[in-house]
Every structure is written in structure tokens, then in C-alpha cells.
């Protein structure tokens, strides 16, 4: 089992900064993919950035957001420049296992950019 805790979420201006967190505990070794979802308001939740081997981002935020871990503190970090009033939602952070076979949520962290 993979326990997720996401934090750093907050209010900002359009054109500010934030660095989300998601610090893992438990079966970290076992996990094989790092993803930051967001879900707004109304909207279906949408992956913002993929990492396995490599990271993709989604075009809306590709050049502004940033995906980094840390393996030593078993965090993964999610640097969002930029930021614009249509970035406003939940992030969540997911990991998986192999083949995805167990995938773990976060409880989310709220972003909210004032235009």
C-alpha cells in the first residue's frame, strides 16, 4: 500500500507561482508512475502531467508546469508557473505499480488563480 498527501495548494493571481507536493509513504520501491491530475469545477478530471520514463505534459500547461521528484524524500513536485484563472481546480496526485496493477490517489489540493 501507497499512502499519497498532496499540499501546497492556495490562491494566487493570474501570473503567480506555486509548487505542489505529494509525499508518498509505504510501498514507495513499488511504484512505477508519477501523475498529476486536476479536475475543475463541472469538468472531467484531466492529467496535467505524466511521468514514467520520461514526462508529458498536457498541451494547457506544457512550458508553464514542471514535474520533479525526489527520491531521497519519496516527494514528487509539481512547479506551476504562469499561472491563469483557467488553472483553477483540484490537483490530485496518482502513482501506480506496474502495469498499473494498484494505483493510489492523493485526497487533492485546491489551486484556485484570481484573474
Known amino acids: 500500500q501507497v499512502h499519497l498527501v498532496e499540499s501546497g495548494g492556495g490562491l494566487v493571481q493570474a501570473g503567480g507561482s506555486l509548487r505542489l507536493s505529494c509525499a508518498a509513504s509505504?510501498?514507495?520501491?513499488?511504484?512505477?508512475?508519477w501523475n498529476w491530475y486536476r479536475q475543475a469545477p463541472g469538468k472531467q478530471r484531466e492529467v496535467v502531467a505524466a511521468?514514467?520514463?520520461?514526462?508529458v505534459y498536457a498541451d494547457s500547461v506544457k512550458g508553464r508546469f514542471t514535474f520533479s521528484r525526489d527520491n531521497a524524500k519519496n516527494t514528487v513536485y509539481l512547479q506551476m508557473n504562469s499561472l491563469k484563472p483557467e488553472d483553477t481546480a483540484v490537483y490530485y496526485c496518482?502513482?501506480?505499480?506496474?502495469?498499473?496493477?494498484?494505483?493510489?490517489w492523493g485526497q487533492g489540493t485546491q489551486v484556485t488563480v484570481s484573474s
Open positions: 496518482n502513482a501506480g505499480t506496474l502495469y498499473g496493477i494498484s494505483v493510489y
Open positions: 509505504g510501498s514507495v520501491s513499488s511504484i512505477k508512475y
Open positions: 511521468s514514467g520514463s520520461s514526462t
